[in-house]
């Protein structure tokens, strides 16, 4: 007579302990989804630290390209006592300065952590400050940047995202033909009644097919340093690039070939 009443017992508190089971399962997938969120949202702080540092860097050898000239008219002119040379070291002063301003104002953009805000965004603007971003001019590394946008194009987005963006693939073009001389080609234009297409296109040394299909994976990367290592970048650059444009209801995808060039394609909504 025991071993039924045990069974009958057990049969009555099994759905007792499922119910159990069942919510100390989702509360562990509650903190592994909230787990989740939190590293996916230091993933994208580290890229936004590590693009920062690339343009603090290149920023920091363009500073000093600007103020040689500032320097130097400076000292001829308190040498010398020329007031007209004087006047023109002024002018130098000036007009270095302001370039050097324009080029920290946009780098603060990259810094900035601010809650997304989706609005109108002039596309070709938001390219030109990305361009600024990169503080050196790509003309002095024998790359002719072409755009093809009309000045009044815009899409649905956020202007700060958007310019991460379009820094992390301008910056992967210009490398990609780095130490060669080379074009990118950046194009806009309306695929339908609502959205956009943006081009990046380079002539650089191109992505092999096989690699093609984990380029957006995180932490892979094609760059490499002087001794043919994969250190030159964290890998997070494109998959962050991919997350963002996802999250303004967009697209991404690339086309390449070795020795030829690499193309990437954002789609994004048209802001009417």
Not at 18 to 45: G, K, N, P, Y
Request: aromatic share 4%.
């Amino acid at each position: 007579m025991q071993r039924p009443t045990v069974q009958r017992i057990k049969g009555a508190t099994a759905p007792s302990d499922r119910l159990q089971a069942d919510q100390l399962l989702q509360t562990q997938i509650q903190r592994l989804e909230e787990q989740f969120s939190h590293l996916r949202d230091q993933v994208r702080q580290t890229q936004q630290l590590a693009s920062l540092g690339t343009a603090a860097a290149m920023m920091a050898h363009e500073f000093n390209n600007l103020m040689t000239p500032v320097v130097s008219y400076a000292r001829f002119a308190l040498d010398s006592d020329d007031k007209e040379l004087m006047v023109k070291a002024l002018s130098m002063t000036l007009k270095q300065s302001s370039v050097a301003t324009s080029m920290s104002e946009r780098i603060l953009g990259l810094a900035a952590n601010e809650a997304p805000s989706t609005m109108p965004v002039t596309i070709k603007t938001v390219i030109d400050d990305a361009i600024v971003c990169m503080c050196r001019d790509p003309s002095k590394d024998g790359i002719t940047v072409k755009m093809n946008i009309p000045d009044d194009l815009s899409v649905l987005a956020d202007e700060k995202q958007m310019l991460q963006v379009f820094f992390n693939l301008l910056l992967n073009a210009r490398q990609a033909i780095e130490h060669r001389s080379g074009r990118i080609t950046i194009s806009a234009e309306l695929i339908n009644a609502d959205e956009v297409v943006i081009r990046i296109k380079d002539n650089g040394s191109g992505i092999e097919p096989d690699k093609l299909e984990v380029v957006f994976e995180p932490f892979y990367t094609t760059k490499t340093n002087r001794a043919g290592e994969n250190r030159r970048g964290c890998g997070l650059g494109l998959p962050l690039c991919r997350e963002i444009i996802e999250e303004q209801r967009g697209t991404i995808s690339v086309e390449s070939e070795v020795g030829v060039g690499t193309t990437f394609s954002l789609t994004l909504p048209l802001a009417s």
